[in-house]
């Protein structure tokens, strides 16, 4: 069977961003320097395989546009875990989410990291 290891994003300062994906969750696995010189950190969630690689370039500078990618969690409360990343000072979007998802709308929502990223927020029971 063939499975999904990982995905790579490009950032433009590596200890932010994985300063921001901590507040989410992951973990940080390693670090370490790519053959053509690039700068890698390893992320990883508890209890998944799947892991997000952050590569730092120093002459990288084309960005992405918007809505062009984007990576998905799923959390078993979506309101409990909101919660936490606005405490940890991350903004969640749409705003009024909590209303939102109280009045029986489709629980998700968004955020998005340091590099104009969107990280997409599921209820997975």
């Known amino acids: 069977m063939i499975k999904f290891l990982h995905t790579r994003i490009r950032v433009a300062d590596m200890d932010r961003s994985i300063a921001f994906y901590q507040k989410l969750g992951y973990l940080e696995a390693r670090r370490q320097d790519s053959p053509q010189g690039n700068k890698l950190a390893f992320l990883e969630l508890p209890g998944n395989d799947v892991f997000l690689e952050l590569c730092y370039s120093p002459d990288y500078t084309d960005k992405c546009p918007g809505d062009l990618m984007h990576t998905c969690l799923g959390v078993p409360d979506i309101i409990e875990y909101c919660d936490g990343v606005e405490k940890a000072g991350i903004e969640i979007w749409p705003g009024g989410w909590r209303e939102k998802f109280s009045s029986g709308e ?15 927020i599921l209820e997975r029971k």
Not at 111 to 116: A, L, Q, R, Y
């Open 106 to 120: 489709r629980k998700m929502a968004f955020v998005t990291d340091p590099d104009g990223y969107e990280v997409e």
